[in-house]
C-alpha cells in the first residue's frame, strides 16, 4: 500500500510544499514540490486567501491520505511567528475540511528523523532530501526541501501501518503534549486575590 502525504513549510511570503508517495519498506518517491509566493506589499487576508485557494487545489489534485505541518515555535521575531501561525491556520483548515489528519513536528524531530541529527543545518536537511529521493540536486528554494523533510518526517514517524485517519506519535511528540497538557493545567488553576 502506498501513502501519499503532504509537507507544509508555513509561510506568509514562501510558502513551500512537497508530497511524497510512501510505499512499504519506507522507500520514498517525489510527487510534487514547490512553493506557494504571496507579495508582502498586500493585505494580510488577501495573502492568507492566496495560499489557501492554492493548498486547495494542490490537496483537490493530489489526494493527500495525512498532511505534516511544521510545528509553530516562539521565535524572536514576532512578526514571523505571527505569520507562521495564522499560514498553518489555514493549513489546518484546509486538511480538517477533507478529512485529513494533520501531523506536526518540530525543527529538530524533521531534522533528526531526515538526517539523524536534530541539529543539522538546512543544508544537510536539503541534501539528505535529495538524496533519499534520489533527486540530481536539493530542491530550492530552502522552504520546498522543508516541506519535503517534512514528509519524510510524517510519513516514516506518524503513520502507522494501517494508515487512516489515527496517527501514532513519536516521543517528542509526547513530551510537546505532555509539556502543553501541563501548561494548560496551570492556567486554568484558580489563582488566589490577595
Known amino acids: 500500500m502506498t501513502v501519499r502525504v503532504l509537507g507544509v513549510d508555513p509561510g506568509l511570503t514562501r510558502c513551500g510544499v512537497g508530497i511524497i508517495d510512501l510505499a512499504q519498506g519506507r522507500a520514498a518517491t517525489l510527487v510534487e514540490v514547490g512553493v506557494i509566493r ?9 495573502r492568507l486567501l492566496i495560499i ?3 493548498l486547495d487545489a ?3 489534485e493530489f489526494s493527500p491520505s495525512a498532511v505534516a505541518l511544521e510545528r509553530v515555535f516562539a521565535q524572536h ?14 493549513v489546518l483548515l484546509a ?15 524533521v ?7 536534530g541539529s543539522a543545518d538546512k543544508k544537510q536537511v536539503a541534501a539528505m532530501v535529495a538524496r533519499i529521493l534520489r533527486l540530481d540536486a536539493p530542491p530550492e528554494p530552502a522552504d520546498a ?9 510524517h510519513a516514516w514517524r506518524g503513520i502507522p501501518s494501517g494508515i487512516g485517519g489515527a496517527t501514532s506519535t513519536t516521543p ?3 513530551a510537546w503534549r505532555a509539556a502543553e497538557r501541563s501548561g494548560r493545567k496551570s492556567e486554568a488553576a484558580p489563582r488566589l486575590d490577595t
Open 172 to 174: 517528542a511528540q509526547q
Open 58 to 60: 494542490i490537496m483537490n
Open 111 to 117: 531534522k533528526a528523523a531526515v538526517t539523524g541529527y
Open 95 to 109: 486538511a480538517a475540511r477533507r478529512g485529513l489528519a494533520v501531523g506536526l513536528h518540530t525543527p529538530s524531530e
Open 77 to 90: 521575531n514576532l512578526r514571523t511567528v505571527m505569520g507562521t501561525a495564522q499560514v498553518s491556520g489555514v
Open 52 to 54: 489557501g485557494e492554492q
Open 145 to 153: 526541501a522543508d516541506a519535503l523533510a517534512l514528509a519524510l518526517c
Open 38 to 46: 504571496t507579495p508582502p506589499d498586500l493585505a494580510l487576508e488577501r
